[in-house]
């Protein structure tokens, strides 16, 4: 039975806890990618307070691995080795606290923004809010997966512990997974196993050429991108490929939920989460809604998780771990209906 301060180690790295700061975006880069100048020094110490505050796992915000590939014109990129610097800078703040440090890689599939390339590509061509996306050709989709080894070769010179494959929020990886969005008929699309390969063959690259005993591979999973049988599969099929962790989020907007058992005290995310732990033996986090230690501290006491994702209630209180640690009372997240994380999460109403 695990607690919430209990160590875990992967590879050869030894978490402190079993806390994470899941990826949220803040919004602060410039056009190449890089933070800007004037945000830089403020978003590294946004992410040295979360380790001075106690968090075992700090995983940055989604970094894109093509300029052209970016949600926002204000997303992070680490498509160049231009990005590296500022990636070392967190990597070391965040070393001094004994957290460790992952950094989320992204390309967003049909979800680029217009204001970033004219042109999106998706597993299959279709229309995406009057924009024609273009199907990725095979020499297309193995140039992307270059770009994603690429990506964790730099994260691994800048310092950095290992990386998050986003394959979660309906972005290119879970456009792969899903039925919805790829209607292929090569050997990537048609099969689970099929639609599962994108991702597996980035993972086998990365294991091969990056990870050693102490870079890690973590893997963010849309749970609803799919029947819940099928991602269950999917997850199999990842952890086989050489996945270290999976963490478990949100699908493509749209896509089906299960039904959650009445007794279940957890959103339908965090249930999804539980669920494919249950078939799994590399760790599981979870996340979505979990405010408080209590609820993070149920979860793992009872099996239901290996890590617990805390995202708004570490925004709002950077102590939220060392709090929980010394059975403190943390600042709680007020779920406002327009957060401040999506502009600036130091203007939050409530952060201490």
Not at 8 to 21: A, E, G, P, Y
Request: glycine residues 8%.
């Amino acid at each position: 039975m695990a607690g919430l301060f209990s160590n875990i180690t992967i590879k050869n790295l030894t978490f402190k806890n079993r806390i994470v700061l899941p990826p949220m975006n803040l919004g602060w880069a410039d056009e190449n990618g890089l933070v800007r100048k004037e945000s830089l020094e403020k978003y590294i110490e946004h992410y040295e307070k979360i380790a001075r505050g106690g968090c075992g796992l700090i995983v940055m915000e989604s970094h894109s691995i093509m300029k052209q590939g970016r949600d926002a014109v204000d997303q992070l990129g680490i498509w160049s080795d231009g990005h590296i610097k500022d990636l070392n800078r967190i990597s070391k703040a965040c070393h001094k606290y004994k957290s460790i440090v992952l950094v989320q890689i992204q390309h967003a599939g049909f979800k680029t923004s217009p204001h970033v390339s004219k042109i999106a590509f998706a597993p299959t061509e279709f229309k995406y809010n009057d924009v024609t996306v273009k199907a990725l050709t095979t020499a297309e989709i193995h140039d992307i997966q270059f770009k994603f080894l690429d990506a964790a070769k730099r994260a691994k010179k800048a310092g950095l512990d290992g990386v998050e494959l986003h394959g979660a929020h309906g972005y290119l990886l879970g456009q792969f997974i899903s039925p919805i969005t790829n209607k292929r008929e090569d050997e990537y699309g048609g099969s689970i196993f099929n639609r599962s390969r994108f991702a597996c063959e980035i993972i086998k690259m990365i294991k091969e050429e990056v990870s050693n005993g102490n870079f890690i591979i973590d893997y963010r999973i849309g749970g609803n991108e799919s029947m819940l049988e099928e991602i269950i599969q999917v997850a199999k099929n990842l952890e086989e490929a050489g996945v270290d962790i999976l963490h478990v989020s949100s699908g493509l907007e749209g896509s089906a939920i299960s039904e959650i058992p009445s007794n279940f005290n957890y959103n339908w995310v965090v249930f999804y989460g539980v669920e494919i732990k249950k078939h799994l033996n590399v760790p599981v986090i979870v996340v979505n809604g979990i405010r408080n230690p209590k609820q993070a501290e149920y979860l793992l006491e009872n099996d239901l998780a290996d890590f617990i994702a805390v995202g708004r209630g570490q925004l709002v209180d950077p102590e939220w771990a060392n709090k929980a640690g010394k059975g403190m009372e943390v600042i709680p997240c007020r779920d406002c209906k327009d957060c401040f994380w999506f502009t600036d999460g130091s203007k939050c109403p409530a952060a201490g």
